[in-house]
């Protein structure tokens, strides 16, 4: 149960505790007072005064005042502040002179050492006074007895002492004057004030707490709970009010060893549950810092993460292709399907070599869809789509004001996007160099800084990259880094280009057909499965084998979408089986597609190239890059490989 919320409005209390004439004192001014404060003189002192004050409950004062011996044992004793009057410069000198009057000689009692100014003060003035103190009202009456006995003839001390010495047949003089019993008072007002807001805000901060879902304790320096909120004194098992002041670990010795030492995360387990325990600092003015200690249960973290990353994964950013999505039956094929399945187990960073057209974003997306990282972003840029300065921002995001026009707020940059997914960089050959560096610390850190930032981003990202360009010969022109070059080609997948597997020609050549049909309302009726759209090309199968193909994949489906538009108004004939088919001949093909009939060219020495002599020409290629990056030094070159210099001569050779 927390404290029972009060009326900020109402008059601060304030309680006047003395036992001697400083009473008198404070009933003289207590009028001054009345409208701003409800106040109490308290005709008690030390023990019988902590009673009083603890027995009233609710309606304890916010500030008590006292002097003396009588203030400085509530002031150990009582939750409240306590005020202490204490006696003005101008107090003890007219005290003083009003001691001597009778030429008597004349003591200083004080409670605690006599202050050092006053020492200097009287000094200053070449007063002869003899100094004492006390501790205790116990040690008081043998302090006066021990003066009287030395010849002191007036005393000036405190109420108590004041007394004692009049009972001692001595003259005694008041040390404190009005003027300094209303200065306490002033300090009391102001302290209850103080005290007050102090409550309204721990209130509210309290309220505050109650309402978060997690569970937060406040602790102190040394440990001790100062707030406590009912969800965490629930999952405890204890008592949030009876909590505070008491040591964490001594309510809760489970923790012991599983919070966080320092500011971060740690996790714990209580009662069977699992959470996570964030450590932080709690502000302070001018005393010790204390922590503040979040306890979130892992299920709630894990269905926030779950419902955050279904929010933020726009279909923009999701992959739509998978492994089955890659069509063809060629070996060629079946090694690339066999690598992107391999690979997906892996988050080290992959290159995709393949001519335009071939489908390096669509084995991108099915390694993506494979692999751990499938229920988050896919996101893909193409290097060569935007101006520097451009892609610089998409990339890396920019802070407000990082330049004229940039977004309010700010933006995150595609890679902060791809945090836990995949970014996919498509023809990074055409990256500016200046970029390339800072991709390259990407890689190296996982931290990406955003455009006007000077605070790094921590991202968790699998990069896959892909060109249709040698990168070898572009770090030979000074075009790509070499260092990026050899972080990015960790794991590497060729694609052969359309030429090189004319069995896959006509499998895909279907499901393209198929594709293009359901997109076609007229067409879907007359080609409802494989086997149709195969009678269909059945006739062209020749003409399409004999073509090169340099467009590859993407060419085949550009020539296939306008059969299918030429298939949606062109008759039908009624087949052996009595069933409507669509006819398609080659001379309706020459019509649509002329290039396919053009005078056909031998293939190429480096179309017919084939796996085992493509693998070479990759060997060669890094060796030729390395030797670039070691400035021509053979040696090094065979060293960083790994191979003799007999071996670094034949590769060389056997791929020219």
Same mark, same amino acid.
């Given at each position: 149960?927390?404290? =029972?919320?009060?009326?900020?409005?109402?008059?601060?209390?304030?309680?006047?505790? %003395?036992?001697?004439?400083?009473? #008198?004192?404070?009933?003289?001014?207590?009028?001054?007072?009345?409208?701003?404060?409800?106040?109490?003189?308290?005709?008690?002192?030390?023990?019988?005064?902590?009673?009083?004050?603890?027995?009233?409950?609710?309606?304890?004062?916010?500030?008590?005042?006292?002097?003396? %011996?009588?203030?400085?044992?509530?002031?150990?004793?009582?939750?409240?502040? *306590?005020?202490?009057?204490?006696?003005?410069?101008?107090?003890?000198?007219?005290?003083?002179?009003?001691?001597?009057?009778?030429?008597? &000689?004349?003591?200083?009692?004080?409670?605690?050492?006599?202050?050092?100014?006053?020492?200097?003060?009287? /000094?200053?003035?070449?007063?002869?006074?003899?100094?004492?103190?006390?501790?205790? !009202?116990?040690?008081?009456?043998?302090?006066?007895? #021990?003066?009287?006995?030395?010849?002191?003839?007036?005393? *000036?001390?405190?109420?108590?002492?004041?007394?004692?010495?009049?009972?001692?047949?001595?003259?005694?003089?008041?040390?404190?004057?009005?003027?300094?019993?209303?200065?306490?008072?002033?300090?009391?007002?102001?302290?209850?004030?103080?005290?007050?807001?102090?409550?309204?805000?721990?209130?509210?901060?309290?309220?505050?707490?109650?309402?978060?879902?997690?569970?937060?304790?406040?602790?102190?320096?040394?440990?001790?709970?100062?707030?406590?909120?009912?969800?965490?004194?629930?999952?405890?098992?204890?008592?949030?009010?009876?909590?505070?002041?008491?040591?964490?670990?001594?309510?809760?010795?489970?923790?012991?060893?599983?919070?966080?030492?320092?500011?971060?995360?740690?996790?714990?387990?209580?009662?069977?549950? %699992?959470?996570?325990?964030?450590?932080?600092?709690?502000?302070?003015?001018?005393?010790?810092?204390?922590?503040?200690?979040?306890?979130?249960?892992?299920?709630?973290?894990?269905?926030?993460?779950?419902?955050?990353?279904?929010?933020?994964?726009?279909?923009?950013?999701?992959?739509?292709?998978?492994?089955?999505?890659? *069509?063809?039956?060629?070996?060629?094929?079946?090694?690339?399907?066999?690598?992107?399945?391999?690979?997906?187990?892996?988050?080290?960073?992959?290159?995709?070599?393949?001519?335009?057209?071939?489908?390096?974003?669509?084995? !991108?997306?099915?390694?993506?869809?494979?692999?751990?990282?499938?229920?988050?972003?896919?996101?893909?840029?193409?290097?060569?789509?935007?101006?520097?300065?451009?892609?610089?921002?998409?990339?890396?995001?920019?802070?407000?004001?990082?330049?004229?026009?940039?977004? &309010?707020?700010?933006?995150?940059?595609?890679?902060?996007?791809?945090?836990?997914?995949?970014?996919?960089?498509?023809?990074?050959?055409?990256?500016?160099?200046?970029?390339? %560096?800072?991709?390259?610390?990407?890689?190296?850190?996982?931290?990406?800084?955003?455009?006007?930032?000077?605070?790094?981003?921590? *991202?968790?990202?699998?990069?896959?990259?892909?060109?249709?360009?040698?990168?070898?010969?572009?770090?030979?022109?000074?075009?790509?880094? !070499?260092?990026?070059?050899?972080?990015?080609?960790?794991?590497?997948?060729?694609?052969?280009?359309?030429?090189?597997? =004319?069995?896959?020609?006509? =499998?895909?050549?279907?499901?393209?057909?198929?594709?293009?049909?359901?997109?076609?309302?007229?067409?879907?009726?007359?080609?409802?499965?494989?086997?149709?759209?195969?009678?269909?090309?059945?006739?062209?199968?020749?003409?399409?084998?004999?073509?090169?193909?340099?467009?590859?994949?993407?060419?085949?489906?550009?020539?296939?979408?306008?059969?299918?538009?030429?298939? !949606?108004?062109?008759?039908?004939?009624?087949?052996?089986?009595?069933?409507?088919?669509?006819?398609?001949?080659?001379?309706?093909?020459?019509?649509?597609?002329?290039?396919?009939?053009?005078?056909?060219?031998?293939?190429?020495?480096?179309?017919?190239?084939?796996?085992?002599?493509?693998?070479?020409?990759?060997?060669?290629?890094?060796?030729? /890059?390395?030797?670039?990056?070691?400035?021509?030094?053979?040696?090094?070159?065979?060293?960083?490989?790994?191979?003799?210099?007999?071996?670094?001569?034949?590769?060389?050779?056997?791929?020219?």
């Amino acid at each position: 149960m927390s404290t =029972p919320p009060f009326d900020p409005a109402q008059r601060p209390r304030i309680w006047a505790v %003395s036992i001697s004439r400083l009473r #008198d004192l404070f009933f003289d001014i207590a009028g001054e007072y009345v409208e701003r404060a409800d106040l109490r003189i308290v005709s008690h002192g030390f023990e019988d005064a902590v009673h009083e004050i603890d027995a009233v409950g609710a309606g304890r004062p916010d500030v008590v005042i006292a002097g003396g %011996s009588n203030g400085a044992y509530l002031k150990t004793r009582v939750s409240v502040p *306590v005020v202490l009057i204490g006696p003005t410069g101008f107090d003890v000198m007219h005290a003083l002179a009003r001691a001597r009057r009778d030429g008597a &000689k004349v003591a200083l009692v004080t409670h605690g050492d006599t202050p050092d100014e006053v020492r200097r003060f009287i /000094a200053a003035y070449d007063i002869d006074v003899t100094f004492a103190s006390y501790q205790s !009202a116990q040690d008081a009456e043998s302090v006066v007895l #021990d003066l009287r006995d030395r010849g002191i003839g007036a005393v *000036v001390g405190p109420g108590l002492i004041a007394d004692l010495a009049a009972n001692a047949g001595m003259g005694a003089v008041f040390l404190y004057s009005r003027a300094s019993v209303r200065a306490a008072f002033d300090t009391a007002l102001e302290v209850a004030q103080a005290t007050r807001r102090e409550t309204v805000r721990r209130q509210r901060l309290d309220n505050l707490l109650q309402h978060l879902r997690d569970g937060v304790v406040a602790l102190d320096a040394q440990g001790r709970v100062e707030a406590m909120n009912q969800r965490l004194a629930g999952v405890l098992g204890i008592d949030a009010v009876q909590a505070v002041g008491r040591a964490l670990l001594d309510l809760a010795p489970d923790l012991a060893g599983s919070l966080p030492d320092s500011d971060g995360d740690s996790f714990c387990t209580v009662r069977g549950a %699992s959470y996570v325990v964030q450590r932080g600092p709690l502000a302070s003015n001018g005393t010790a810092p204390g922590t503040v200690l979040t306890f979130q249960e892992s299920r709630a973290v894990e269905r926030l993460d779950r419902t955050l990353r279904s929010r933020q994964r726009v279909q923009q950013f999701s992959a739509r292709y998978r492994l089955g999505d890659i *069509v063809g039956v060629s070996a060629s094929m079946e090694r690339v399907r066999t690598l992107v399945q391999r690979y997906a187990r892996s988050d080290a960073t992959v290159l995709i070599l393949g001519e335009s057209g071939t489908g390096k974003e669509m084995v !991108a997306q099915s390694m993506h869809q494979l692999s751990a990282r499938r229920d988050f972003a896919f996101v893909a840029i193409n290097c060569g789509a935007f101006p520097e300065a451009l892609l610089e921002s998409e990339l890396f995001g920019y802070e407000e004001g990082a330049f004229t026009g940039a977004r &309010k707020g700010g933006k995150a940059g595609l890679i902060e996007v791809a945090h836990r997914g995949t970014l996919f960089l498509d023809e990074i050959a055409e990256m500016p160099l200046s970029l390339q %560096s800072r991709l390259l610390r990407v890689l190296q850190e996982r931290e990406v800084v955003r455009l006007g930032s000077t605070e790094p981003t921590r *991202v968790d990202i699998r990069v896959v990259a892909a060109t249709h360009r040698a990168l070898t010969e572009g770090i030979e022109a000074g075009s790509f880094r !070499a260092d990026l070059y050899y972080r990015l080609n960790i794991l590497s997948i060729a694609l052969p280009p359309l030429r090189e597997r =004319p069995t896959d020609l006509l =499998p895909l050549a279907v499901e393209l057909l198929l594709q293009a049909a359901s997109r076609e309302p007229r067409l879907a009726t007359r080609l409802p499965d494989a086997d149709a759209a195969a009678r269909v090309l059945n006739d062209l199968s020749e003409p399409l084998k004999r073509y090169m193909w340099p467009g590859n994949v993407r060419e085949l489906q550009n020539v296939i979408e306008r059969i299918a538009v030429e298939l !949606a108004d062109a008759d039908t004939d009624t087949g052996s089986n009595g069933a409507t088919e669509t006819v398609f001949t080659r001379e309706v093909l020459r019509t649509v597609a002329p290039e396919i009939f053009e005078q056909p060219q031998a293939r190429s020495k480096k179309a017919a190239l084939t796996l085992r002599e493509r693998s070479r020409h990759v060997e060669a290629d890094e060796i030729r /890059a390395t030797l670039a990056a070691c400035d021509g030094d053979r040696d090094a070159v065979c060293e960083a490989l790994g191979i003799s210099k007999t071996t670094l001569w034949r590769k060389l050779n056997a791929a020219q």
